[in-house]
């Protein structure tokens, strides 16, 4: 899938994200991050990259073994006019020699730039045991 010239939300930025992921595009992965050099990826029990070099470096050892399959789901978004943070638990599905199913939390950031809504943060974790339930919002007291 083409990257449009304009992401005008960052719901499109994160579902060309995780489209991109699925095919093992490293250039389309690469084309949705920031023109920042302060990019910060953090895969699950990997250290923080920085950078466009260190985050593509990354993603091509991930690729190596072909495309990612991930469903975002239980989103949790706050965004103002400039940046959205997205909270997700993503479902992932991986056969590599035998059939892989985890759940990782995530954070991805986004900033509106010129060319659209970039990406400038990801970082995701194993998510100890089962998938926490989806909790509706109202429902927590702070």
């Known amino acids: 899938m083409p990257l449009p010239t304009m992401l005008e939300t960052p719901e499109q930025a994160e579902a060309a994200f995780y489209e991109a992921i699925s095919r093992a595009d490293v250039e389309a ?64 599905h991986r056969t590599v020699s035998r059939q892989q199913d985890i759940h990782i939390l995530a954070t991805n950031v986004y900033m509106k730039t010129s060319a659209g809504w970039r990406l400038v943060t990801h970082h995701a974790s194993v998510v100890p045991g089962e998938a926490p339930a989806d909790i509706p919002v109202s429902a927590l007291l702070h």
């Open 29 to 92: 992965v690469m084309a949705l991050w920031a023109d920042e050099e302060d990019i910060v990826c953090i895969h699950p029990g990997a250290p923080r990259l920085v950078g466009h070099a260190s985050i593509r470096a990354a993603w091509e050892s991930i690729f190596e073994q072909g495309g990612v399959q991930i469903r975002p789901v239980q989103v949790h978004v706050t965004q103002n006019t400039m940046t959205a943070v997205h909270n997700i638990i993503e479902e992932v």
